[in-house]
């Protein structure tokens, strides 16, 4: 996903190596084609502003100034600015203290929630836990077949009472799961919910009354990584509405340039905990 700009920022780089002292115009320069390379990889421009300031600053500061090697410092500099924006520290799944956890998916229509239900579910499988799928994505066309497909690849049990196709009440569909999670011991419910192809009130209103009906323990907004800048406006739409704990950005190995995941971490404050970037079940890191 980085690999553009990695590439863009190593170039910048190169031009400062062999420096013994870095002029203000050096870092101005540096900063600019920074500035560049993260607006190209599709960065917010407010993310990018904030960013290239921290870096100047630093760059124009006493430890770029004292160091042996002024240009490895900015590097360094750079790479700590980066791995805070995206959040620092690597957050894991909240698992509830009295079992079952429940996990919401949340996300438009398209943004890969079925597969990632699928890819999360195997995930947790694989750490020794029992996950039941809830199917209560009722609206999209065979929905809740393709989550019974992508449960029985993943060797893990599906609840789909309703057939869906615009048949069924998602919100008592996502409460009985919980309710037969509890009865047959499941310890992880993660329940798929329908999208929209674009926010509007009527999916904020239902996802607000599953989620008040099944009071999870992670709502996850899976964000389609290739969708650039309207991934802000989609991550912050969700999160007002309905509160998000952490992001999962989907379909990665495509033509995704990174800047949403930059952007969306900064912009809302929320970690991304999962990254899926691939067809098979088992690409989910």
Do not use: W
């Amino acid at each position: 996903m980085f690999t553009s700009l990695s590439d863009r920022l190593a170039a910048t780089f190169k031009n400062l190596r062999g420096k013994g002292r870095l002029s203000e115009a050096d870092v101005d320069a540096t900063v600019r084609e920074i500035r560049t390379a993260l607006l190209e990889a599709d960065v917010a421009l407010p993310v990018v502003r904030e960013f290239c300031g921290r870096v100047k600053e630093r760059a124009l500061g006493e430890e770029v100034n004292r160091a042996l090697n002024p240009a490895q410092q900015v590097v360094k500099i750079v790479h700590e600015e980066l791995v805070g924006i995206l959040g620092g520290e690597t957050r894991r799944l909240r698992l509830a203290k009295t079992p079952p956890t429940v996990i919401l998916l949340a996300g438009l229509q398209g943004a890969g929630k079925t597969t990632l239900a699928g890819k999360l579910a195997l995930h947790l499988k694989d750490g020794g836990h029992q996950p039941l799928l809830v199917a209560a994505d009722l609206q999209r066309p065979n929905a809740v077949d393709q989550l019974s497909v992508v449960a029985e690849r993943a060797g893990v049990a599906v609840h789909a009472p309703e057939p869906g196709n615009g048949v069924g009440d998602p919100v008592a569909v996502a409460r009985s799961g919980v309710e037969l999670a509890k009865q047959k011991l499941y310890d992880v419910v993660i329940v798929d919910t329908a999208g929209r192809l674009a926010i509007d009130a009527d999916l904020m209103d239902q996802l607000g009354r599953v989620r008040d009906a099944v009071q999870p323990d992670e709502t996850l907004l899976v964000i389609d990584a290739m969708i650039g800048q309207d991934a802000v406006q989609t991550a912050v739409a969700f999160d007002e509405a309905i509160g998000i704990d952490g992001v999962v950005l989907s379909k990665l190995d495509g033509d995704a340039r990174g800047g949403a995941a930059l952007s969306v971490v900064t912009v809302t404050g929320k970690p991304i905990l999962f990254a899926s970037v691939g067809e098979k079940l088992t690409d989910l890191e």
